[in-house]
Antibody, heavy 117, light 110 residues
Framework: EVQLVESGGGLVQPGGSLRLSCAAS????????MHWVRQAPGKGLVWVSR????????YYADSVKGRFTISRDNAKNTLSLQMNSLRAEDTAVYYC??????????WGQGTLVTVSS | QSALTQPRSVSGSPGQSVTISCTGT?????????VSWYQQHPGKAPKLMIY???KRPSGVPDRFSGSKSGNTASLTISGLQAEDEADYYC??????????FGGGTKLTVL
C-alpha cells in the first residue's frame, strides 16, 4: 500500500523558515516524480513544486520561486521542502504527492503550515 | 499562471449524469493532453480520478469519464451516487514546466 506521510508543519512568524518532510513507502520511490501541492484554508489546490525521479530536475510555481527548495533522498525514501522567507499567504495545508511529471497519482494527508505573528 | 475556470457548483439527483467543465487557454488545457481530475471529500486528501484527459486509474469506477474540446476539458459522472458528493479539481500542464489547477467545483447529490 502506497503511503505518504508529511511532517514538519507548524506555526512560524512571517519571514521565518520551515522544512517539510514526506516519508514514502509501499512503492519504488526512486522511480517517480514527486510534487508538493498546497491548499489554503477553505480554498482550492495550488501546485507548488516538483522534482524528477533522480532529483536532477526541479520546478517551482512563480509564487515560491527563490524562496522554496525541493529535494529528495532516494536512499531514505524521503521528500523535503525547505521554505524560507515565509509570508502570510503561504499559510496552507501542504500535500506531498507521487506520480508522473504532470500527474499526482497518490497523495499524503497533508501538514498544516501557519504563517502568523 | 491564472487558475483554470470551473463552475463553483453543480448538482444532480442519484442516477443522473453531471458534467463539470474546466476552461483554460491554448497555453494550458488546449495545448497539451495533460489534464487530470481530482476528487476531494471534506477534510480528506484529494484522489486522482482521471489523467491524461481521459484515462482512468485502476479502481476508479467507469462512471467517471473525461474529455477535452479545444480549451475546455470536462469530467462526466454518470449514474450519480451519494458518495460522489465532493469537491472536484481539474489540473493541466501549463508549459514552462508549470502546472495549474482549477478553482474547484462542489458537486451536490440531491
Amino acid at each position: 500500500e502506497v503511503q505518504l506521510v508529511e511532517s514538519g508543519g507548524g506555526l512560524v512568524q512571517p519571514g521565518g523558515s520551515l522544512r517539510l518532510s514526506c516519508a514514502a513507502s509501499g512503492f519504488t520511490f526512486s522511480s517517480y516524480w514527486m510534487h508538493w501541492v498546497r491548499q489554503a484554508p477553505g480554498k482550492g489546490l495550488v501546485w507548488v513544486s516538483r522534482i524528477s525521479s533522480d532529483g536532477s530536475a526541479t520546478y517551482y510555481a512563480d509564487s515560491v520561486k527563490g524562496r522554496f527548495t525541493i529535494s529528495r533522498d532516494n536512499a531514505k525514501n524521503t521528500l523535503s521542502l525547505q521554505m524560507n522567507s515565509l509570508r502570510a499567504e503561504d499559510t496552507a495545508v501542504y500535500y506531498c504527492t507521487s506520480g508522473s511529471t504532470v500527474t499526482s497519482y497518490y497523495w499524503g494527508q497533508g501538514t498544516l503550515v501557519t504563517v502568523s505573528s | 499562471q491564472s487558475a483554470l475556470t470551473q463552475p463553483r457548483s453543480v448538482s444532480g439527483s442519484p442516477g443522473q449524469s453531471v458534467t463539470i467543465s474546466c476552461t483554460g487557454t491554448s497555453s494550458d488545457v488546449g495545448g497539451y493532453n495533460y489534464v487530470s481530475w481530482y476528487q476531494q471529500h471534506p477534510g480528506k486528501a484529494p484522489k486522482l480520478m482521471i489523467y491524461d484527459v481521459s484515462k482512468r486509474p485502476s479502481g476508479v469506477p467507469d462512471r467517471f469519464s473525461g474529455s477535452k474540446s479545444g480549451n475546455t476539458a470536462s469530467l462526466t459522472i454518470s449514474g450519480l451516487q451519494a458518495e460522489d458528493e465532493a469537491d472536484y479539481y481539474c489540473c493541466s500542464y501549463a508549459g514552462s514546466y508549470s502546472l495549474v489547477f482549477g478553482g474547484g467545483t462542489k458537486l451536490t447529490v440531491l
